[in-house]
């Protein structure tokens, strides 16, 4: 069996001071990472996302409440660091008329989507020399439930974005044209609600559902290709899937799952990896590192935990917890470029973390 064919794209050296997870959770290279700058909101905090260029990042929260705030910088970081409110540099309030539960940003950072359990999805222009909103905003209207996830894909025959979105009530993932504004395609095949989406760069995404399935789908064939029911536990049918990611070389899926077990799955080879249980409650968010060597999963247990991927994925995965919060962790995102992450939670925060330099 070549597992080393599974092994995620390229390594960034010096991204931990070598392997830091491989120690355990006590061990000598444990990376502490420092709560940069803590963003308070009066409710739950669901989503945040960095801009692509990574010099700013949007939140949204349960208090229907908008925020783009700058990433600081850290080039002084230090290990007595002192958290802080960080800047905000665009708020709006009453954005929905419900909790925003998920954000994205096309990858050119031209564009911003937020949906909502107001069943609507906001499509707005962002201006990064002014880091304001402008324009008419559009409100796309098509779902009949909470909208859950959200991700843009780059439609290369004709340079444009489109807006893939999902969640409860008819578990269709709709496609949206961004240049009009107008829906143009709806995807059957769930049939539980639609929990998580993830695409990886080309016309291919993933959606994972309350119906214990991984679907992968592909706009150029107008359809799902493929089908997954991860096996979370010998034997059993699953649990449903409240996250999924890609690693960047589109090799390796690893979807995270309410009974708390995380399932790494090949995608070529057509077979699970194996099963692990970085969490001791439902894994709610899973994002690989920028160099792909990591794994950040957030859960329900109130931590943030670091997966080395580095060895052998059949064997078991040392792991790390690198954060906490007081509360339930819903979103947790790594930095486009820097080993920082944002994580979100019902502890109404959304938290920046770094590493000081050494």
């Not at 009453?94 to 925003?100: M, T, Y």
């Not at 989406?197 to 291919?204: F, H, I, P, Q, S």
């Not at 559902?209 to 699953?238: E, H, I």
């Amino acid at each position: 069996m070549h597992v080393r064919v599974l092994q995620p794209a390229q390594r960034v050296d010096g991204e931990l001071n070598g392997s830091a997870a491989s120690n355990g959770a006590g061990g000598a290279g444990r990376p502490r990472f420092v709560a940069v700058t803590s963003l308070e909101d009066v409710q739950a905090v669901r989503c945040a996302e960095f801009h692509p260029q990574g010099k700013l990042y949007a939140v949204g929260s349960n208090s229907k409440t908008l925020r783009i705030c700058s990433y600081p910088k850290l080039g002084d970081l230090r290990e007595d660091h002192q958290t802080y409110q960080p800047t905000v540099l665009f708020k709006r309030t009453k954005h929905h008329k419900g909790s925003i539960y998920c954000l994205a940003w096309t990858p050119m950072g031209d564009l911003m989507a937020t949906g909502s359990n107001d069943k609507t999805v906001k499509l707005m222009r962002f201006n990064v020399d002014t880091s304001n909103l402008e324009g008419q905003e559009v409100e796309l209207t098509m779902h009949d439930g909470t909208v859950r996830d959200l991700c843009f894909l780059e439609d290369t025959t004709n340079k444009s974005s489109l807006l893939i979105s999902g969640g409860a009530g008819d578990c269709k993932i709709y496609v949206t044209d961004c240049a009009t504004g107008t829906p143009f395609q709806a995807l059957s095949g769930h049939s539980g609600h639609v929990l998580t989406l993830y695409n990886w760069g080309g016309a291919m995404f993933v959606s994972g559902s309350q119906d214990k399935t991984v679907r992968f789908w592909d706009l150029r064939t107008r359809g799902c290709v493929n089908m997954v029911t991860p096996a979370t536990a010998p034997g059993n049918r699953g649990s449903p899937v409240a996250a999924v990611c890609v690693d960047p070389s589109g090799r390796l899926l690893v979807s995270g799952h309410e009974d708390s077990s995380c399932v790494l799955y090949d995608i070529r080879g057509g077979r699970n990896v194996q099963c692990f249980k970085p969490h001791s409650a439902d894994v709610r968010s899973i994002r690989f590192s920028p160099s792909a060597y990591y794994l950040l999963t957030g859960g329900y247990d109130n931590k943030l935990v670091l997966t080395d991927l580095q060895g052998d994925l059949t064997m078991p995965l040392p792991s790390v917890v690198v954060a906490q919060h007081q509360d339930k962790v819903i979103s947790g995102r790594w930095h486009p470029t820097e080993f920082s992450f944002l994580s979100t939670s019902a502890d109404k925060t959304a938290t920046l973390w770094a590493l000081p330099p050494v």
